[in-house]
């Protein structure tokens, strides 16, 4: 289905008034994981939700469902984030949809395995594309809808949450390609907060170890947690919570908040998902 096809309506209990006052934002994966926790908080907070999916359309209208029964609008967008086309439907859908867009979180991502010693260039390009180019697209497009009079106003000025890693502050040799695209997302941040302000914020959201992925056992996710200063690393509530207060942080752009409970302060020799037990490439 196309991204500028909304699968659920955006259809509201609000009043007029208050749909034109609601502030709306667009999380890219917001179907699962990080992405639904994080899409789930801001509509707790009082955000109107635009859950952005790629093969998850059932689990994206059961999202959209939680984010109605919260009192909010919602609707679900599909996008191949690696067609540029795609994506760029996406921003006049959410207007479409909500006749706003004020946020955009880019929290979906590639994440494949390769080191050193087995990249090869179509990985790469294919997340770069996923992990780099879809969200430097929604910046440029949320910057053209934004109006001009946002660079003097906070309430008006939009945002754009690039969700990183961090192991960018603690690095290792696997999931190369991975750890490539997020490392260019970091310095992208920094370039659009220079070339989209005053009238976008940009900045960047770095979770530690926050769910189980493919391959980890439960005794080495939570083994994991343990070696952390403070013996837990990031929960998908942190994560959403860290997301919500940047996107009302009126006086941060160009940086990154590291929310993994001092993960990045461990050094390690390979990434957790290999550590404690866990299978090894």
Same mark, same amino acid.
């Given at each position: 289905?196309?991204?500028?096809?909304?699968? %659920? %309506?955006?259809?509201?209990?609000?009043?007029?008034?208050?749909?034109?006052?609601?502030?709306?934002?667009?999380?890219?994966?917001?179907?699962?994981?990080? +992405?639904?926790?994080?899409?789930? *908080?801001?509509?707790?907070?009082?955000?109107?939700?635009?859950?952005?999916?790629?093969?998850?359309?059932?689990?994206?209208?059961?999202?959209?469902?939680?984010?109605? /029964?919260?009192?909010?609008?919602?609707?679900?967008?599909?996008?191949?984030? +690696?067609?540029?086309?795609?994506?760029?439907? =996406?921003?006049?859908?959410?207007?479409?949809?909500?006749?706003?867009?004020?946020?955009?979180?880019?929290?979906?991502?590639?994440?494949? *395995?390769?080191?050193?010693?087995?990249?090869?260039?179509?990985?790469? =390009?294919?997340?770069?594309?996923?992990?780099?180019?879809?969200?430097?697209?929604?910046?440029?497009?949320?910057?053209?809808?934004?109006?001009?009079?946002?660079?003097?106003?906070?309430?008006?000025?939009?945002?754009?949450?690039?969700?990183?890693?961090?192991?960018?502050?603690?690095?290792?040799?696997?999931?190369?390609?991975?750890?490539?695209?997020?490392?260019?997302?970091?310095?992208?941040?920094?370039?659009? /907060?220079?070339?989209? +302000?005053?009238?976008?914020?940009?900045?960047?959201?770095?979770?530690?170890?926050? =769910?189980?992925?493919?391959?980890?056992?439960? *005794?080495?996710?939570?083994?994991?947690?343990?070696?952390?200063?403070?013996?837990?690393?990031?929960?998908?509530?942190?994560?959403?919570?860290?997301?919500?207060?940047?996107?009302?942080?009126?006086?941060?752009?160009?940086?990154?908040?590291?929310?993994? +409970?001092?993960?990045?302060?461990?050094?390690?020799?390979?990434?957790?998902?290999?550590?404690?037990?866990?299978?090894?490439?």
């Amino acid at each position: 289905m196309s991204a500028s096809t909304p699968l %659920s %309506s955006a259809n509201s209990p609000l009043s007029p008034a208050s749909a034109a006052r609601s502030r709306v934002v667009l999380v890219t994966g917001g179907a699962r994981r990080i +992405g639904r926790g994080v899409a789930l *908080e801001f509509a707790r907070q009082g955000w109107d939700v635009a859950v952005h999916y790629g093969g998850s359309a059932r689990e994206a209208l059961e999202t959209v469902a939680e984010i109605e /029964a919260l009192g909010r609008r919602a609707a679900a967008l599909h996008a191949d984030l +690696g067609i540029e086309a795609e994506v760029a439907r =996406l921003v006049p859908a959410c207007v479409e949809a909500f006749g706003a867009l004020n946020c955009v979180v880019n929290c979906a991502s590639r994440f494949d *395995e390769d080191t050193a010693t087995d990249f090869g260039y179509a990985k790469l =390009l294919e997340m770069t594309a996923i992990n780099v180019a879809a969200p430097l697209t929604l910046a440029r497009l949320l910057h053209e809808i934004t109006p001009e009079s946002a660079a003097d106003d906070d309430t008006q000025r939009g945002v754009v949450i690039n969700v990183l890693d961090q192991k960018l502050y603690n690095m290792n040799p696997d999931y190369l390609s991975y750890t490539l695209t997020k490392a260019a997302l970091e310095n992208a941040t920094v370039a659009l /907060a220079q070339a989209l +302000g005053p009238k976008l914020r940009v900045v960047g959201l770095a979770p530690g170890l926050t =769910l189980i992925s493919a391959g980890q056992t439960p *005794e080495s996710f939570a083994a994991a947690h343990r070696v952390t200063p403070l013996k837990r690393a990031s929960t998908v509530r942190d994560v959403a919570e860290a997301a919500c207060f940047l996107a009302n942080a009126h006086g941060m752009t160009g940086t990154t908040l590291v929310v993994d +409970g001092g993960q990045h302060l461990v050094p390690s020799p390979r990434d957790v998902m290999y550590l404690f037990g866990a299978p090894k490439l």
